[in-house]
């Protein structure tokens, strides 16, 4: 799994295991998480939280396995902020 993230001041990025996935979740920033929480709409910007994300990463990892290659997350946003997770 490859995950990449960035921002006007702030990059990056991990080549990880997935079975290590968890593990990367909790050293990325809250900061994070914040700036995707301020551009997502209610009531489901209450769900981005490291805490909820590792749930979902926890009961998914069978399949992310099966997957190799697939581009899961890709956001570009116009400020130049760029979040992409390739198993």
Partial sequence: MKVKVRTA???????????????????VPDRVFEEVRSG???????????ETIGMILGECLDVLRE????????????????VSITL
Wanted: glycine letters at 6%; zero cysteines.
């Fill in 9 to 27: 001041d702030f990059r990056f990025s991990m080549p990880l295991p997935v079975s290590m996935a968890g593990f990367a979740l909790r050293w």
């Fill in 40 to 50: 997502t709409p209610e009531p489901y910007a209450s769900l981005i939280t490291k």
């Fill in 67 to 82: 997957n190799k290659g697939l581009e899961v997350v890709h956001v570009e946003a116009s400020d130049g902020t760029f």
